[in-house]
Each structure stands twice: as C-alpha cells, then as structure tokens.
C-alpha cells in the first residue's frame, strides 16, 4: 500500500489511546504510520510509546523542534513522506475500521482522482453521539467538473486521502505569508486552502470526491464555544479572493496582503457574520445542556446578525445531499 497515515498532535494524551485503537483496528495495515508531535508538553509521547509497547506494528515518530502549528505539521509530512498517498487523521478522532481501505480502493480505481474524503458523524468530548456531522464533497467527478469550472470554494472534510506530489506541485500546505502571533492564521481553513488550490487542476481532468459514506467519528469539543470565528471567516475570504485570481490568471496574495486591502466596510460586514458564527455555536452547546432561552437567545442573535448565516450551516452540516 503506497500510503503514508499521518497523525499530527499536541497534547493529545487524552485521546490518543482511543484514535490508536480505531488505527491498529483497520482493515489493511499495510500503510506506512506517521506520528508528528509538535513540543507536545502533557505524557503524549510516553502513552504512545506504552501503546505500541502493547499493540506492536511499525511506526515513525517525528518530534519537531519547535511549535510550529497544525499546518506545518502536514507540510512537514508531505515534504517527507515517502509515500503517494497521505491521510490525515486528528489525534482526537475515530476512524471506522473500513476508512483507510474504502478511500484507499477509491482514489486507487481511477488516475484523475487526487484526493478522496468521506462523510463524518459528530461526538462529543467524552465520545458521546451528537446530532448531525460533516457531509461535504463532490460524490461524482462530473459534480466536482461542474462546481471547479463555477469557481466555487471545494470544500471537503479534513479526513482526507490525496495524492501528496500533486498537493506539493500546487504548493501543499501553505506556511508563508502569515503574520507570526496568535491567532495562527496559517492554521485555519488550511485544508480548504490546498482543496482549492488542487481543484485548478480540473483544467486537466483532475478530480476530488467524497466516498458518500460515514467512515469517521468526528469530536466536537465544548471549548469550541469561545472561537473567535473572525480569523476564520478572513482566512476564508482570502482562499475564495485567490481562487478568483487564479481563474482570472492572476497570481495569489499573501494573508497578509489580502487583509491589508479591506475597507472598514468590508471588516465591518465580515464582523458581523463572525457575530452570527460564534452566537450559533454558542447556542448549539447551550441548547445541548438544555438551557433552552439561553440558546434561543443566541440563535436569535445570530439571525439577526446574517440571517443567511443559519440556514447556510443546517444545509451543509446537517442536510445529506
């Protein structure tokens, strides 16, 4: 198996057992098994070492010099992965045993295929089944010709297999560009970044696609209530301001020049948005613990604030297409 399956951590000792187990428990085990723990200061990587000690099978454990982020993290692997293909998996989550195998099978089956994700279920922080998960992709290559050709942001989830050389020849996962400093602009919508970045190549019959089944067990943490959503909403602006470039032949910005080039009112209207985006989650987690006015009043905030904004996370997180 022409496969490299990528971990990348920070202080993950509290799940990584659970994630080792759904690894050591697929279908295939052929795959080459990468582990990057970035300065990780919990017990990481003695429950590691204690896991493997117990479960024998080869893995690589990469210890990185310095902090550098989840994005580095993956550009580190696919700078030195020997592999084809690489897969994703978060320290935190829990691959089905069929997740390597069935996306394996898929992007092998056809040259034009360059990455192959699948649909995900949610659960929470102690592994409990939440409502609702991540349905996005293409499930045809003509959906994907179609939506690539329109200009459209590619977005698909994170548990992803994709062909490592043609991520790298349109620049794998970008670290340049980024003011140094907290929030890690680099770390956001990174995957949505290199999707995009991959999707020009449907000029050559190059494809991305989902396998439309539920392959992964995704965890939604309660701490992700206090996201400040307005990083994220920028980082998103700027991918969908390059892949217009692109299309116009154009060269890409850097973050830090598309930023610099907004208008108070265009921050003013991305303010909002970010508003309507942390009142929903916020009003997600309440009405999950049963505060029942407390998220009504949230929703109702974030409403107010997009009112697009609602209707547009039920109809790609909750909607099966």
């Given at each position: 198996?022409?496969l490299?399956?990528?971990?990348?951590?920070?202080?993950?000792?509290?799940?990584?057992?659970?994630?080792?187990?759904?690894?050591?428990?697929?279908?295939?085990?052929?795959?080459?098994?990468?582990?990057?723990?970035?300065?990780?200061?919990?017990?990481?990587?003695?429950?590691?070492?204690?896991?493997?000690?117990?479960?024998?099978r080869?893995?690589?454990?990469?210890?990185?010099?310095?902090?550098?982020?989840?994005?580095?993290?993956?550009?580190?692997?696919e700078?030195?992965a020997?592999?084809?293909?690489?897969?994703?998996?978060?320290?935190?989550d829990?691959?089905?045993?069929?997740?390597?195998?069935?996306?394996?099978?898929?992007?092998?089956?056809?040259?034009?295929?360059i990455?192959?994700g699948?649909?995900?279920?949610?659960?929470?922080?102690?592994?409990?089944?939440?409502?609702?998960?991540?349905?996005?992709g293409?499930?045809?290559?003509?959906?994907?010709?179609?939506?690539?050709?329109?200009?459209?942001?590619?977005?698909?989830?994170?548990?992803?297999?994709?062909?490592?050389?043609?991520?790298?020849?349109?620049?794998?996962?970008?670290?340049?560009?980024?003011?140094?400093?907290k929030?890690?602009?680099?770390?956001?919508?990174?995957?949505?970044?290199?999707?995009?970045?991959?999707?020009?190549?449907?000029?050559?019959?190059?494809?991305?696609?989902?396998?439309?089944?539920?392959l992964?067990?995704y965890?939604?943490?309660?701490?992700?209530?206090?996201?400040?959503?307005?990083?994220?909403?920028?980082?998103?602006?700027?991918?969908?301001?390059?892949?217009?470039?692109?299309?116009?032949?154009?060269?890409?910005?850097?973050?830090?020049?598309?930023?610099?080039?907004?208008?108070p009112?265009?921050?003013?209207?991305?303010?909002?948005?970010?508003?309507?985006?942390?009142?929903?989650?916020?009003?997600?987690?309440?009405?999950?613990?049963?505060?029942?006015?407390?998220?009504?009043?949230?929703?109702?905030?974030?409403?107010?604030?997009?009112?697009?904004?609602?209707?547009?996370?039920?109809?790609?997180?909750?909607?099966?297409?």
């Amino acid at each position: 198996m022409d496969l490299t399956l990528a971990i990348c951590l920070y202080n993950a000792s509290k799940y990584l057992p659970e994630t080792l187990e759904c690894i050591v428990g697929q279908t295939v085990q052929d795959f080459h098994l990468m582990l990057i723990n970035d300065c990780s200061t919990d017990d990481s990587v003695a429950v590691i070492e204690s896991f493997f000690a117990a479960h024998p099978r080869q893995y690589e454990l990469v210890n990185l010099p310095v902090n550098g982020g989840l994005c580095a993290g993956r550009r580190y692997v696919e700078e030195h992965a020997t592999t084809r293909y690489v897969l994703f998996v978060d320290a935190d989550d829990c691959p089905y045993p069929d997740l390597v195998a069935s996306l394996y099978d898929k992007i092998t089956s056809d040259e034009d295929l360059i990455a192959v994700g699948c649909h995900l279920e949610y659960m929470g922080s102690k592994g409990e089944k939440l409502t609702g998960g991540i349905y996005l992709g293409c499930k045809s290559k003509e959906e994907f010709y179609a939506k690539a050709q329109a200009g459209k942001l590619m977005f698909m989830q994170p548990t992803a297999m994709y062909d490592r050389l043609v991520a790298l020849r349109v620049g794998g996962h970008n670290t340049e560009g980024f003011p140094e400093g907290k929030p890690r602009y680099r770390d956001l919508c990174e995957d949505l970044d290199l999707w995009c970045r991959m999707s020009d190549l449907y000029t050559e019959g190059k494809a991305i696609v989902v396998v439309p089944r539920i392959l992964c067990r995704y965890r939604k943490h309660e701490s992700a209530m206090s996201t400040d959503s307005m990083g994220m909403l920028l980082r998103m602006k700027h991918i969908k301001n390059n892949l217009r470039r692109r299309r116009r032949g154009e060269t890409d910005l850097t973050f830090i020049e598309f930023r610099d080039s907004l208008t108070p009112k265009q921050l003013k209207a991305i303010r909002r948005e970010a508003i309507a985006a942390d009142s929903l989650r916020k009003g997600y987690f309440l009405l999950k613990k049963g505060r029942v006015f407390s998220a009504l009043y949230h929703f109702t905030r974030s409403f107010f604030a997009n009112p697009g904004y609602l209707w547009q996370k039920i109809r790609s997180n909750l909607i099966r297409k």
